[in-house]
């Protein structure tokens, strides 16, 4: 931690360099999930809120966020908020329950209870995850940049839907082909929201958008392109260029060749397919980021080095941001988690 008497920090700029796809003398490296449970300082603070109550308290949401840059040195902030926040902003009552992750107890499952949903003026409902970006800027100082973030409509949806975490995603799929039309209100409107509320995160200072699909690969490449990337493309042309906007997708890797076309600059996959091969897919152009395994994070500090070395090799090929593949497990060590990030910074062995 710095403090007043400690000269300023040279800024790190390296994340943002990368993603515009310039050359850098090493790849940057962040974590998703990086303020979360596997951080002992995370707990602590967790056991005095609820998750809710965090998100919504910008100080304490600015602390977590920042505590992974103090802790293991990442080269950049993922605010800590939640893709789901929108759609409690929306009108959709939202509980996130113990051993359950999120539920909805009123799920949207039919075209008439689209009107239900309102069109949040963002300032005044989800202001706080504002203040809260505007706090971690303030007290980051350029150490790093910060990242907002938020969720594709079709993975919102799954939620709202489904009512929360699913295996099949019976309700979700089955409204796609009884009422694609119907489904597509449900869509726009998901995405006229988040595109206000993406808006309004770059406008208190977030650097980069992660857009999250964590459930984009449900769909085959056909009727992602048809029903999810419409969505995904409003957002995109919503928000432009100002700031670099990153694609995540899980268990997508059938839909690379519709990646290649998206007009983000960096495309982040999960560990399923190695970034070589992504890259003959997507082509030179895209930065790429990724894509350890998250589960590999619970194997020696040896083995974390010489997978995270083969990695750094297979990427060499293009610009590359180091990440793993979907979100740490909260049963990472969190000398694990240092073993990755040090091996990419060149600081072991
Ligand atoms: O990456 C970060 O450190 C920033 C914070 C962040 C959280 N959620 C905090 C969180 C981010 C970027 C997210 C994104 C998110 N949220 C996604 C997309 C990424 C992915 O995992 O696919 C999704 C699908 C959600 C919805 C969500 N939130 C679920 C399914 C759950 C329960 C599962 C779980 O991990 O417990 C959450 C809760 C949640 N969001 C936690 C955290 C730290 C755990 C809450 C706790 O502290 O108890």
Redesign the pocket.
Known sequence: MSDSISPPRPANDLFLRAARGETVERPPVWM??????YLPEYREV?AQVD?LTLCKTPELAAKVTIQPIDRLGVDAA???????LPLEAMGAELR?EKGD??VFPSPIRHRDRIADLARPDVAGTLGYVFEALRTVRRELADRVPVLG?G?TPW?LASYLVEGG?SKQFTHLLGWSWEDPEGLKLLLDRLAEVSIDYLLGQIDAGAQGIQL?D?WGGLLDLERWRRISLPSILAIAEALGTRVPLIYYV?GGSHLLPGLAELPVQVLSVDWRTPLSEVRRIVGPKKVLQGNLDPAALLASPDEIERRTRALLADAAGGPHIANLG??IFPNTPVEHARAFVDTVKGLRG
Not at 32 to 37: L, P
Not at 78 to 84: E, G, R
Request: net charge positive.
């Open positions: 998703m999930r990086q303020a979360g449970r967790r998750f993922i605010l800590f908020a939640d893709i789901l996130f992750g999120p973030f969720g993975t975490t999250f964590s899980q979907h979100g």
